[in-house]
């Protein structure tokens, strides 16, 4: 389902920077992005990269952590080439709610929106190898997650990572401060033919708009991070995902938290039922898209056998996880 209705701009962080905040604010503020570090501490971190494992064997299709030469296409789940894991109920997996409800995770969101009274969005994780030969190559796509018509920002998105990420062990890359351009840029660049749009929420970036980006200045950079990072980043800056050059994997998980008061009711009635279906959402923790119970086709177009759309293990969320979901708030408004 896909939502069409306008979203809050977030006065919460001053970006004409004025403002000192002596934190990962100000990085945020002036590039349109920052790293939290440490968000979860190291050995949780190396936990997770456990589960992660045990997920992907759980499924019996022969793939063994210890053994390389089974990171093969059919020895593993549904992966897209850009890592994108989103089938099988894993929005609701134990493992990626636990992470969710991370308390440094949590924190980070709260500093940026000055509330304890957050949303959160059931997104997917991304799991990519390196070196994949049976895969199509993971192509640029720059893009920025809101809506160009509507100025502001109004919506943080976050990835949670969990192996050493550096320069060649893929990531993501972002234009530094472009998010600042962004309101000039669409009102120049409003007549332009879209490329195609599965939501108004999304807009790809033309190779003309990418030059006229380039002639400003803004150049594209990939962000490191070590395990247990945060990484945030406005949505009106220009994003995309590399693959692994070296031999590292990369383990990382999507998070997007934002104030329940942004939050239509029609949103959280979403958001709940969203839940109790183990439906996944995209980035925005409103529920403005929610993914459905779609099929999961390998690359031949043939259904996985091993499709579910109940995660394996469901979660059992602690009052403050629960509360993410938006139905206490739901509750409250009742």
């Known amino acids: 389902m896909i939502v069409t209705h306008d979203t809050h701009v977030i006065d919460t962080l001053d970006f004409s920077g004025a403002t000192t905040y002596g934190d990962f604010r100000d990085d945020l503020a002036r590039d349109g992005y920052a790293v939290v570090k440490g968000a979860i501490p190291r050995q949780k971190a190396a936990e997770y990269v456990e589960r992660y494992h045990e997920y992907l064997e759980s499924f019996g299709l022969g793939y063994d952590r210890n053994d390389p030469s089974t990171i093969r296409e059919e020895n593993l789940p549904v ?12 929005a609701h997996e134990d ?3 636990d992470m969710r409800a991370e308390p440094g995770v949590i924190a980070a969101f709260e500093t940026i929106f000055d509330t304890e009274d957050l949303i959160v969005s059931f997104d997917q994780i991304n799991v990519t190898f390196p070196n994949r030969k049976d895969l199509k190559p993971n192509k640029r796509w720059a893009h920025q997650d809101q809506d160009p018509e509507r100025a502001g920002l109004r919506c943080v998105q976050g990835i949670i990572n969990l192996l050493p990420n550096g320069e060649k062990d893929g990531g993501l890359m972002v234009l530094p401060g472009a998010h600042n351009s ?3 840029f669409h009102k120049l660049f409003k007549d332009e033919p879209q490329l195609y749009r599965w939501t108004n929420e999304v807009y790809n970036f033309t190779e003309a708009g990418l030059e006229w980006l380039k002639a400003r200045g803004f150049e594209w950079k990939k962000v490191n991070c070590e395990p247990g990072d945060l990484i945030v980043w406005d949505s009106r ?3 995309y995902n590399v693959s692994p050059q070296g031999n590292q994997a990369r383990f990382a998980s999507y998070v ?3 104030p329940v008061s942004t939050a239509e009711h029609a949103d959280l009635v979403r958001k709940k039922e969203a839940f109790e279906s183990y439906l996944a959402t995209s980035h925005w923790p409103q529920a403005l898209q929610t993914a459905g119970h779609l099929k ?4 031949d177009g043939t259904e996985c056998p091993y499709a579910r759309n109940e995660p394996r293990q469901p979660p059992q969320l602690s009052e403050r996880a629960y509360k993410l979901t938006g139905i206490p708030y739901l509750q409250a408004r009742a």
């Open 79 to 90: 992966i897209s080439e850009r890592g994108m894991l989103g089938f099988y109920g894993v």
């Open 95 to 97: 493992f990626v709610w």
């Open 182 to 184: 962004s309101e000039e």
């Open 237 to 239: 800056l220009p994003h």
């Open 256 to 258: 997007c938290y934002g």
């Open 296 to 299: 999961c086709l390998r690359p």
